[in-house]
Structures are given as C-alpha cells and as structure tokens.
C-alpha cells in the first residue's frame, strides 16, 4: 500500500536545465495537485487534476507543466529551472477537492 | 494574494493545555475546512475538516471550530501532548481546488 510516491527525493539542478518530478498513486484518486512549500509562504498550489486527460493552473503555474494520461501518474516537468523553483514539491491525491489530500513525501530541488 | 491566512507563526504550550490554532479566509466560495499536521521532512497529513454547514466538528482530542459570518476557523487540541508538536496547515476548498495558509509551528513543551 505504497499511496502517493514521489521521485527523486533530492536532486539539484543548473539554470537552464528540463526535469520531470514523478508522482503517482496507488489509490484510483480521480484529483491529483501540485504544492510548492517555501519559507513564510506555505503549501501553493501549481497545477491539479481532476482526472486522466483534465488538467487546471493553480496559484502559482509559471514556468511548470503537468499531464495527465492515467489515472495514477501525475507528473510536474520544468521546462528551464530558474533559482526562484528552489523548493519543496509536493504531489497530493484525493478522490474530489473536498477530501483529505493523501501527500508523497516531496521531493527538494535546488536550482543553482 | 493569500487567501487563507494564518497570522501566528509559531505557538508553544505547556503538555496538558490546551492549544488553539487560528486562520481566516478571504474567499467566500470556500465550502469545506480542513486542518493537516507536518513533521520536517515528511509531506503533510489529514488531521480533521468541517464542512461549511456546520460550526463544530470534534475527533479525539481535536476540535475544528468555524464562524463563517467572521470567516474564521480554530482548531483546539486538548490535552496538549509533545508528539503534537509539528507545523499545523489550515486548508480551504471550494470543491475546484485547495488553498493552504502558511503554517503555525506548535511546540509543546513537556
């Protein structure tokens, strides 16, 4: 019963450079979402999914891009990191917005 | 613009009070409240939520309280214990997305 599973854990990034964060669950949840957490800041969200094929901007969505082709895979690609995507990532599922999000365990990026 | 707020960055108690977390929303389309829980280096966990029909929703030791006309919400946690200590997310839904406020680090002291 893995739940949410993020990947990598860690990993550090030169500005410029493209990566996908994985995320994927194991719960058939129709809503995934994306949260960044920063200093003073809080969770804000990226981008979300209402299920396979729907995807929506969230708070903050400049400079992320996410698909949506199954239900268990949500993944987050930056296209040309920037040092102002240092952060914590967290992926979440849930079966509708007004549940209890189920969270991976993040994954931190450094952008130098 | 943050549209859930939670003014106090940090609370400490002694074990055995009570603890009281506060957080004010701005959006009045937000219809479900919730509250998680978050140790460093772990991703954030459901503690409890309240839907806007109600003013009280009690589970254990945790009571989440809302006055919609204040656009306001508390959770209390009675009696306070040291494992409690962790940051405290309050969350706001409008069934489209959710919106988290910045976080109160509550520390309880033994």
């Known amino acids: 019963n893995a739940g949410v599973t993020q990947t990598p854990k860690f990993q550090v990034l030169k500005t410029g450079q493209s990566m996908t964060l994985q995320c994927a669950q194991d719960?058939?949840?129709?809503?995934m979402s994306w949260y960044r957490q920063d200093p003073g800041m809080g969770l804000r969200l990226i981008h979300y999914?209402?299920?396979?094929?729907?995807?929506d901007q969230g708070e903050v969505p400049n400079g992320y891009n996410v698909s949506r082709s199954t239900t268990e895979d949500f993944p987050l690609r930056l296209l040309s990191a920037a040092p102002s995507q240092t952060s914590v990532y967290f992926c979440?599922?849930?079966?509708?917005?007004?549940?209890?999000?189920?969270f991976g365990s993040g994954t931190r990026l450094t952008v130098v | 613009d943050q549209q859930v707020k939670q003014n106090s960055p940090s609370l400490s108690v002694q074990e055995g009070r009570i603890s009281i977390l506060n957080c004010d929303y701005t959006?009045?389309?937000?219809?479900?409240f919730l509250w998680y829980k978050k140790y460093p280096a772990e991703g954030p966990t459901f503690l409890i939520s309240?839907?806007?029909?109600?003013d009280k929703n009690e589970d254990g030791r945790f009571t989440v309280f809302l006055n919609k006309s204040a656009k306001h919400l508390s959770l209390h946690i009675v009696p306070s214990q040291p494992g409690d200590s962790a940051v405290y997310f309050c969350?706001?839904?409008?069934?489209?997305?959710?919106?988290f406020g910045a976080g109160t680090r509550l520390t309880v002291k033994p």
């Open positions: 979440a599922s849930s079966y509708r917005a007004h549940y209890g999000y189920t």
């Open positions: 719960m058939n949840h129709e809503y």
């Open positions: 999914s209402v299920g396979a094929g729907i995807t």
């Open positions: 309240i839907s806007s029909i109600k």
């Open positions: 959006n009045s389309m937000f219809d479900y």
């Open positions: 969350a706001a839904s409008d069934d489209n997305d959710m919106r």
